[in-house]
Structures are given as structure tokens and as C-alpha cells.
């Protein structure tokens, strides 16, 4: 096992990191940073930074990761794709571009026999909410247990285990699952 720092925002570090590295069995994209608010708030320089970590971020690893013959790349994307929130428009936008190319991307990456899919989260407990505060936090994930018809907020390993039903799925590519509590339908 290893740890390694990696900035996806970064086309060369990116594939810098690929070439120096064996081919990966599976690929899995989790990590981005963008910014809430509304289209017209939300300055622009955080607006194109945003976009270079989720969308660029995605397009880069796409490019340019080594994947052995039967192996997989998954995307994170988010449930605002198909249910968009007026405070968060850029994340919806910049989810569906994911799925977008994730879709693509398993046409391109067929012939080599890799397979490439997104999974969807809505709200989830990871440190992303910290940035409310312990109150904030506890308010959004009350907020979203009354609303889903799950009546709870997903733990990260609810996430995890779709990501490893995608990624090890001989038939699955080209596939969004949904892992929203059914955000997505209320
Ligand atoms: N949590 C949710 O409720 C939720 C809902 C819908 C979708 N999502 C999506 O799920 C994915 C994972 O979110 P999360 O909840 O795990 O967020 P998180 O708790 O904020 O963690 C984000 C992770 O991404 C890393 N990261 C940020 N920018 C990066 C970059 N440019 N290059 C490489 N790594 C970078 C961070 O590393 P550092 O800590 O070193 O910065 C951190 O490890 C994101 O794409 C997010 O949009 C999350």
C-alpha cells in the first residue's frame, strides 16, 4: 500500500503520475473540490477552478490512466445531475458533464476492454460538510433525513460498495448508479 499526493486539476501531474506507475486493475475518481452558490454569485475564478478539479480533474485521469484489459475507471458524480438545486447550479452542470464523459469514455475505452462508469451520491457524511460546522452539519443531514425516502444520509461506504459493484461488474459500463436515497425522486 501507498499514499501519493495527486492535484487532478493538473494535466501534466496527471499523466506524469500514470507514466510512472504499473497499469491499474481499476481506477476510481473520487476526489474534487468546487464551491457552492448560485450562477450569479458564485465568482467566477471559484466557478473555473471548480470546473477544472470535477470536470478537467475527470477528463485528465480518462486521458490519461493505464488500465489493464478487463479493468475499470469509475467517476463520482452527484445526484444534482438529475435533480438540480438552485444554490449549487455549477455542481449539477458539472456532474452531468462527468456522466457525460464517463458515457463516452466506455465507446473509446471499449476496444481495450476497460469499462467505465459513475456512481451518484446525494448528500453524504463525509468531511465535505464540515465546512457548515458541527451545527450546520447536523442541521443539513436532518434536513435531508426528513426529506429522502430512505429517511438517512448515506455513509461513505454505501458509496464505496457501488463503486465496487461498477468496477467489478464484467457487464457494467457506461452505467450511473444512483446511490441518493432517492434524492433523485422527491
Ligand atoms: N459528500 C457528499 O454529500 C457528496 C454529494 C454528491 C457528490 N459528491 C461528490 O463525491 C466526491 C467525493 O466527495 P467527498 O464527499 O469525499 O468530498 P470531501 O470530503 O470534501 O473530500 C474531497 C477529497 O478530494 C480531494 N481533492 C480535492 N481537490 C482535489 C484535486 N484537485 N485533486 C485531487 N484530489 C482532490 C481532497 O483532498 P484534500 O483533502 O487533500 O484536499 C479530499 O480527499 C466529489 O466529487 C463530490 O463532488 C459528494
Not at 444534482?80 to 438552485?86: D, H, L, V
Not at 452539519?137 to 426529506?147: D, I, L, N
Not at 444520509?153 to 457494467?172: F, G
Request: net charge negative.
Amino acid at each position: 500500500m501507498a499514499a501519493l499526493e495527486l492535484d487532478v486539476r493538473s494535466a501534466s501531474a496527471v499523466e506524469s503520475f500514470f507514466n510512472s506507475q504499473a497499469p491499474w486493475d481499476h481506477v476510481i475518481l473520487a476526489g474534487s473540490s468546487t464551491q457552492v452558490g448560485t450562477v450569479k454569485a458564485l465568482p467566477l475564478d471559484q466557478a473555473q477552478d471548480g470546473t477544472q478539479s470535477k470536470f478537467w480533474g475527470a477528463y485528465h485521469v480518462g486521458r490519461s490512466a493505464l488500465i489493464c484489459e478487463g479493468g475499470s475507471l469509475t467517476f463520482v458524480s452527484g445526484v444534482y445531475a438529475q435533480r438540480p438545486n438552485a444554490n449549487a447550479v455549477l455542481q449539477g452542470a458539472l456532474n452531468a458533464a462527468v456522466e457525460g464523459l464517463m458515457r463516452g469514455l466506455a465507446l473509446e475505452l471499449a476496444p481495450a476492454g476497460i469499462r467505465v462508469n459513475a456512481v451518484s451520491p446525494s448528500t453524504t457524511e463525509t468531511p465535505l460538510w464540515d465546512r457548515l460546522g458541527p451545527e450546520g452539519r447536523e442541521a443539513k443531514f436532518e434536513t435531508m433525513r426528513q426529506r429522502l425516502p430512505t429517511g438517512r444520509v448515506a455513509a461513505a461506504d454505501d458509496i464505496a460498495h457501488a463503486i465496487l459493484y461498477v468496477a467489478t461488474n464484467p457487464s457494467a459500463t457506461g452505467s450511473t448508479v444512483l446511490v441518493d436515497g432517492g434524492d433523485a425522486l422527491v
